[in-house]
Structures are given as C-alpha cells and as structure tokens.
Nanobody
Framework: QVQLVESGGGLVQPGGSLRLSCAASGSIFPFRIYAIEWYRQAPGKQRQLVAGITGSGTTNYADSVKGRFTISRDNAKNTVYLQMNNLKPEDTAVYYC?????WGRGTQVTISS
C-alpha cells in the first residue's frame, strides 16, 4: 500500500511562486523506479494531468504549464516536487500526486490578488 502526502499549497498573488511536495511512504521500495504524476482539479472541472516524471527522470507537462512548472524528484527522500513559477489565477485548484494508482489528499493552491 502506498501513502502520498502533498504539501506546500497556499494563497499567492499572480506572478508568484510555490513549491509543492509529495512525500511517499509504504510499499514503495525502490521508490526510484516509479513514475509519479501531479494532477489538479479546479471547482466544477475534471481532474487534469499537470506534470509527470518517470523513474529515469523523463518529464512531461501539460501545455498550459510548460515553461512555468518544473517537476523533480529526490529519491533519497521519497519525494517529488512541483516548482510553480509565474502563477496565474487559472492555476487555482487542488493539486494531487499519484503513484502506482494511489492518490494523495491534495493541497489547495489559490492564485489571487
């Protein structure tokens, strides 16, 4: 069983930055081989893929966040990060991480002046 805990969300102004973390625990050994993805869900909208990273470090991004968001991983800490820069109001959502079919509970990101 896999447990995922997201953190780092908050309220920031447009143009600001946040770094989200997703800490994994449970039956995840070896963590380094698993792909992990970040999703987000805005009110009234479907959950959508934001970014993903494979065990080998290959990354992919939604077009809407390319050039602004960076996904990375620290295998020694069993953690994946999402660095979000130049945030826009349309980035407002609950952000979730997903690994091996398991989801975390999410962290709220609100972009507002």
């Amino acid at each position: 069983q896999v447990q995922l805990v997201e953190s780092g969300g908050g309220l920031v102004q447009p143009g600001g930055s946040l770094r989200l973390s997703c800490a994994a625990s449970g039956s995840i050994f070896p963590f380094r081989i698993y792909a992990i993805e970040w999703y987000r869900q805005a009110p009234g909208k479907q959950r959508q893929l934001v970014a993903g990273i494979t065990g080998s470090g290959t990354t992919n991004y939604a077009d809407s966040v390319k050039g602004r968001f960076t996904i990375s991983r620290d295998n020694a800490k069993n953690t994946v990060y999402l660095q979000m820069n130049n945030l826009k109001p349309e980035d407002t959502a609950v952000y979730y991480c997903k690994m091996m079919g398991s989801w975390g509970r999410g962290t709220q990101v609100t972009i507002s002046s």
